[in-house]
């Protein structure tokens, strides 16, 4: 072959740049910045609609399906929706263009939202919009049973016990290298996992925080209505 003949006859010439290489890989290796979990942007927003005594059709039917049309109408770069029905909850996921602003997108989710309260069931609250990010997805999940074990002895096992946490960490003959070599990268990992714990826990005190205005809002308007009606039965 070419290659074979090429390194015979200049043999200095391959060396060097076998040399070069090796120095090259190394720089790059140590130079290169790392991340254990990197930013992966999927432009996904979520539509969290909630009313207590509503089953799933009903949920589909008179919640989902109005939004799924308004979305089409109101919100840009929309590649596809994807929804899901629960007793009371319904869940509408937005999948964007992967180029589309989520601001943007977020935006006009949220006053389409506003203004699709009055065609929704009476006594319907604004949803809960949020982000979707892939960076926060776990890479691994740790499911446990037990025959005659209650959910509560479970939880406890799960968190309390030592027995699960030494399951990943402790050498094993089986496993020990391996083990050893991603210890740091589960450190690392549970360390991100409590702060992005920490948002959700803040997220969700802003959500409840604005629902329980909302919902006291709402309280007044209908007493206002109610009073209004009274005022004009007695006219009469």
Do not use: C
């Amino acid at each position: 072959m070419w290659i074979v003949q090429l390194a015979l006859r200049r043999p200095y010439t391959i060396v060097v740049l076998a040399i070069l290489i090796m120095v090259m890989g190394a720089v790059a290796i140590f130079r290169t910045p790392t991340d254990i979990f990197p930013n992966i942007n999927i432009p996904v927003v979520s539509i969290i609609w909630t009313y207590n005594g509503l089953v799933p059709k009903e949920m589909s039917d008179r919640i989902v399906s109005v939004t799924e049309r308004n979305l089409t109408t109101v919100v840009d770069n929309i590649e596809h929706v994807e929804s899901q029905s629960l007793y009371g909850i319904a869940v509408v996921k937005v999948f964007l263009q992967p180029n589309a602003s989520l601001d943007q997108a977020i935006a006009q989710i949220t006053a389409s939202s506003q203004t699709q309260l009055r065609l929704l069931p009476p006594g319907t609250t604004p949803p809960l919009i949020i982000a979707y990010s892939a960076s926060s997805v776990p890479v691994l999940q740790l499911a446990l049973s037990g025959n005659g074990l209650s959910e509560q002895q479970l939880n406890d096992y799960g968190f309390e016990s030592g027995a699960i946490s030494t399951l990943l960490q402790g050498p094993s003959g089986l496993w020990a290298v391996g083990a050893s070599a991603m210890y740091t990268v589960f450190d690392a990992g549970r360390r991100r996992a409590m702060n992005d714990e920490a948002m959700a826990s803040y997220d969700t005190a802003v959500a409840s925080y604005r629902q329980t205005v909302l919902s006291a809002f709402q309280q007044v308007e209908d007493n206002l209505a109610a009073l209004r009606v009274l005022e004009h039965e007695a006219e009469v």
